[in-house]
Structures are given as structure tokens and as C-alpha cells.
């Protein structure tokens, strides 16, 4: 079945360092793929997303190629801020009308000043 | 427009017992799915509705489980009989159809204890 997998947290990073998230995925097909946000108290939101394979997602500062001979959708940014610390879920939807998606168990990502 | 929002924002019962939860989504989005995020996990889809139609329900809602969306508004989760194992946050959302497929806004969620 499809399925997202992505690295296990926590993440602790000093301010302005590099991110990099990973996920794979299992899918039939040629799914899109999502990366999704959790700030404390919060709902998902989204950050980016890609449809094809190629195709590079990017939203604030964070980027994610589509790269359908590796399986992956890997998350990065540059520069991290303190206000980066969330959770971050790799998503995939699979081809079809149903539109549900499919989530990883996320990366809780600590941004320190 | 405030987006979706879902009532109430916590809910603690005793095992056993039924709760029923809403999710109002934005007015003019036709889709509206019903997830389970667990502590530590991704959230997980248990259905989804287009207009008042419940088109699909995963396999994770058990027949203790109901979700209606009368008129194609708003929508309600009811849990009968209440275990333990049913504490969870449940997230709704909405979506306007085959337009933006991709466009989903979550909800806050509704956070069930079962003690």
C-alpha cells in the first residue's frame, strides 16, 4: 500500500543552520506530494507541494524536489529562524477523485536563538 | 471567512460514554474529510464527504464511529461507546473539489480524552 516514511525527530538546530528533512515514499502511480506544518496549538497548514516528478515545491524559505527514481521529497531550507520550530509531516495523494492524503509521523524541528 | 473550525477544542470523558464533534468548513468548499492524529503519528483519514455525500470511509472507522454532513455544511463525529484507545486529536478539513485538489485547510482539531 502507499505509505510516507520520514526521519525520526527531534531536530535541534542553531539559528541560520542548514535543514534538511527527509521522506520517501511508496506509492502506485505518480502521487503528488505535500510537506504540512504544525506550529504549537495550531492545525496543519501547508507549506508546499509538488504534483510531477521534477517539479520543486517551495514556500518561505523551504524547498522539496519531487524526485520520482529516488522516491523522495526531501524538505531543506537555508536558513533557519527561530520561528521554524514546529512539525513538519510529508503527505503524498494519491491519483483519483477521493483527494485523501497520506502522512508521515513527522519531524518536530527546535530552532535555538 | 475564518476557515474551518471545529468545536470543541477539547473534550474529556468517561469510558463508555458517547461525544459527537463539529466541523464547520469554509462555506464554499464542497469536500470535507474527517482525520486521527495520535501522539507521535501523522494524522490518518478516516472519511470524507462530498456535498452531504459520505463518499469513503477507511477501514480505522470502526462501526462505533458515524459522520454525517446534513445539507452539505457543516459536519458532525459521533463515538459510541467510548474506549480508551479512541483518545486522539481529530482533524477536519475542507477542500473545494477537483478545483484546487490539492487545497486543503485543516482545522484547529478537537482533542478527546477517554480517562
Known amino acids: 500500500g502507499n505509505s510516507v516514511t520520514q526521519m525520526e525527530g527531534p531536530v535541534t538546530l542553531s539559528e541560520e543552520a542548514f535543514l534538511t528533512i527527509n521522506c520517501t515514499y511508496t506509492a502506485t502511480g505518480y502521487p503528488s506530494l505535500f510537506w504540512y506544518v504544525q506550529y504549537p496549538g495550531e492545525g496543519l497548514q501547508l507549506l508546499l507541494k509538488a504534483t510531477k516528478a521534477d517539479d520543486k515545491g517551495s514556500n518561505k524559505g523551504f524547498e522539496a524536489t519531487y524526485r520520482k527514481e529516488t522516491t523522495s521529497f526531501h524538505l531543506e531550507k537555508g536558513s533557519v529562524q527561530v520561528s521554524d520550530s514546529a512539525v513538519y509531516f510529508c503527505?503524498?495523494?494519491?491519483?483519483?477523485?477521493?483527494?485523501?492524503?497520506?502522512f508521515g509521523k513527522g519531524t518536530k524541528l527546535s530552532v535555538k536563538p | 471567512d475564518t476557515g474551518v473550525s471545529q468545536d470543541p477544542r477539547h473534550k474529556i470523558t468517561k469510558r463508555g460514554q458517547n461525544v459527537t464533534f463539529r466541523c464547520d468548513p469554509i462555506s464554499e468548499h464542497n469536500r470535507l474529510y474527517w482525520y486521527r492524529q495520535t501522539l507521535g503519528q501523522g494524522p490518518e483519514f478516516l472519511t470524507y464527504?462530498?456535498?452531504?455525500?459520505?463518499?469513503?470511509k477507511s477501514r480505522l472507522l470502526s462501526d462505533r464511529f458515524s459522520a454525517e454532513r446534513p445539507k452539505g455544511s457543516f459536519s458532525t463525529l459521533e463515538i459510541q461507546r467510548t474506549e480508551q484507545g479512541d483518545s486522539a486529536m481529530y482533524l477536519c478539513a475542507s477542500s473545494l473539489g477537483t478545483v484546487h485538489p490539492y487545497g486543503y485547510t485543516f482545522g484547529s482539531g478537537t482533542r478527546l480524552t477517554v480517562v
Open positions: 464527504f462530498q456535498n452531504e455525500a459520505q463518499l469513503e
Open positions: 503527505a503524498l495523494r494519491q491519483g483519483g477523485s477521493q483527494g485523501n492524503l497520506i
